[in-house]
């Protein structure tokens, strides 16, 4: 297992990005600064095969591995209502012999507001609350994603995220590319998304409105007590010239896409408040699998782990 080391490090960055995201979402001691509501669950996955060919990633070979899973709502607000429109996240930790960890980590939309953390932070300037109304000003929010048209569409993407029915009925994007290494130290860049076997499904604004608070939670501890949940993991492959520093941008719709194994939710972990203590690093990966070039993918680890410093300190 190796967390890569980001190539630049910004430790003032990462406690300045998340000191504005504990203001934007307010501060909520012992939770996550983003995503501080969600709950683990066992799984298994059920790599095909097809991915052999391109890495050497122990998970992605053959044998059925055991996962940790964690769904999650984007809001750093614990009580947040899982009616609201916003991105929802699937974070999987893959377990390998030896205690060995591989973390995937996905949301709910294709793309990402910023293609740097630097962006991303002054994205969280233009976002903040107003003193007064608690919200952040539309027209300061209008201004900068005008001037700023990665932001549009990573707004515009929230904007069409669907209100799911459930947890288990919508796409998740790990967003970033990864690079996958074979036997031979070959390079390919891809592009993860896991594919709900139940459809994508969505609730109407008027059907939403109806929903309890916690209705996300609620609707899988009932569909897990009769039911497996299942996503299938699809890698979209880069041709030369794709973009893998820009989490802002999508790839063509016409590259080629495998399907690299299946993930079946089981239930509840039993041991909820060890496993929501872990921190979910993209960064945290196994030989055959390196980090691209993409930035904002490198930073994450030092933004989690000052996140997670704070909150296991209670904080
Ligand atoms: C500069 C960009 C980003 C910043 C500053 C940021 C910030 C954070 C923070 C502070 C946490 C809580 C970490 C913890 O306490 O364990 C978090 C969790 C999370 N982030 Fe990000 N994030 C960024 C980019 C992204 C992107 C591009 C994705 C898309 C996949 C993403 C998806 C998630 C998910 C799903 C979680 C929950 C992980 C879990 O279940 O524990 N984030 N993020």
Redesign the pocket.
């Known amino acids: 297992m190796s967390v890569q080391p980001p190539d630049g490090a910004h430790p003032q960055l990462?406690v300045d990005?998340?000191d504005r995201?504990e203001w934007v979402s307010g501060l909520y001691p012992g939770y996550?600064?983003?995503?501080?509501k969600?709950a683990c669950y066992r799984a298994v996955f059920l790599p095909t095969g097809a991915a052999a060919e391109y890495t050497t990633a122990a998970h992605l070979q053959g044998d059925p591995v055991p996962a940790t899973v964690?769904f999650?709502n984007?809001s750093?607000n614990p009580y947040i209502w899982d009616r609201t429109r916003s991105?929802r996240?699937?974070?999987v930790a893959f377990h390998l012999p030896g205690g060995v960890a591989t973390d995937l980590?996905?949301?709910s939309q294709p793309v990402?507001v910023?293609a740097t953390?630097q962006a991303?932070r002054n994205f969280l300037e233009a976002a903040e609350p107003n003193m007064f109304t608690g919200s952040p000003d539309p027209e300061v929010v209008r201004k900068y994603a005008t001037e700023h048209t990665e932001a549009m569409r990573g707004l515009r993407a929230v904007k069409n995220t669907p209100i799911p029915v459930s947890y288990a009925t919508l796409r998740y994007?790990?967003?970033?590319a990864f690079v996958w290494l074979d036997k031979m130290r070959r390079r390919t860049a891809v592009r993860y998304r896991w594919e709900p076997e139940a459809g994508v499904q969505q609730l109407s604004d008027e059907r939403a409105a109806e929903k309890a608070p916690t209705y996300l939670s609620d609707e899988l501890t009932e569909r897990l007590a009769s039911t497996t949940v299942a996503f299938q993991l699809k890698v979209q492959i880069a041709e030369p010239g794709d973009p893998t520093d820009d989490?802002t941008v999508l790839w063509p719709h016409d590259r080629t896409e495998i399907t690299v194994g299946r993930l079946l939710v089981t239930g509840p972990v039993e041991d909820q408040a060890k496993w929501d203590k872990?921190?979910?690093?993209?960064t945290r990966l196994v030989p055959g699998i390196e980090l691209s070039d993409d930035p904002?993918?490198r930073?994450?680890s030092q933004?989690?782990a000052?996140?997670?410093g704070r909150?296991t300190q209670g904080k």
């Open positions: 990462a990005i998340v995201l996550r600064r983003a995503h501080a969600g964690r999650s984007f750093g991105a996240g699937l974070s980590v996905s949301v990402f910023a953390p991303f994007w790990a967003v970033h989490c872990r921190m979910f690093d993209p904002v993918l930073f994450r933004v989690y000052v996140s997670h909150r």
